[in-house]
């Protein structure tokens, strides 16, 4: 079991469909984490909120669209995806939100994203 | 830039080491190592900050050289649960929050 939840942990949707991704975490972590994986591959950084302000953005198409509510949940809201966005989608948080690279991050399950 | 991880698999019996590399070409302000076992999420073992230091964490220890600007994990005395991929995980000192993970070295620890 992982400190961070993530829900669903299978999505199945459509090029035309709009569905969002939840990431939850209790630690009184203050930065939060989008990463995608696909198969055989590291993670790789999307997004980076810190004190719940986006203060990362890799250059992620505008259909991936994240949103923090509050400093304990994360969501990632999909739009318009294509069939190479099919990827395992993990979150993570880190206590500090002032670094990104002086904090251990704690990664969630995931969720395992097909696009038909 | 991502980091530069070797070798890309290493295979074990039960007892033996490993050392896994990561190199940069660029200034490092941190060094990550995390374990991915299959279908389940990476597991964060230590950070290494500039400065050279080691670290452990069970029989599994890493160093940092700053001058060359490449870290290494020991795996000793390998045991079956050491079995995963492990990732470092890298950020520069001149891009604040640019962090990414090399492409993984995969371990097997067979009995």
């Known amino acids: 079991d992982t400190e961070v939840t993530q829900t669903p942990k299978h999505l199945v949707m459509g090029m035309t469909n709009k569905k969002s991704l939840k990431c939850e975490q209790h630690?009184?972590?203050?930065?939060m984490y989008w990463y995608k994986q696909k198969a055989k591959k590291p993670p790789e950084l999307m997004f980076v909120y810190s004190y719940e302000k986006l203060s990362i953005n890799e250059s992620v198409p505008s259909r991936f669209s994240p949103e923090c509510p509050n400093s304990s949940l994360l969501n990632l809201h999909l739009h318009a995806l294509q069939p190479e966005d099919s990827a395992l989608y993990l979150c993570?948080?880190?206590?500090?939100?002032?670094?990104?690279?002086?904090?251990?991050?704690?990664f969630g399950d995931g969720t395992r994203l097909s696009i038909l | 830039q991502q980091p530069v991880q070797s070798p890309q698999a290493v295979i074990l019996r039960e007892g033996e080491d490993a050392v896994i590399n990561c190199s940069s070409s660029?200034?490092?302000?941190?060094v990550h190592w995390y374990r991915q076992k299959h279908g389940e999420a990476p597991v964060f073992l230590m950070i290494?900050?500039?400065?050279?230091e080691q670290k452990g964490h069970d029989k599994i220890s890493a160093s940092f050289n700053e001058k060359k600007q490449q870290s290494s994990l020991y795996l000793t005395a390998s045991q079956l649960s050491y079995s995963g991929t492990y990732f470092c995980g890298t950020e520069v000192t001149d891009s604040w929050g640019k962090f990414q993970f090399g492409a993984g070295t995969q371990v097997v620890v067979t009995p």
């Open positions: 660029k200034a490092l302000y941190s």
């Open positions: 630690m009184g972590h203050r930065a």
């Open positions: 290494l900050l500039k400065g050279g």
């Open positions: 993570a948080s880190s206590q500090d939100g002032e670094g990104v690279g002086n904090q251990p991050q704690h």
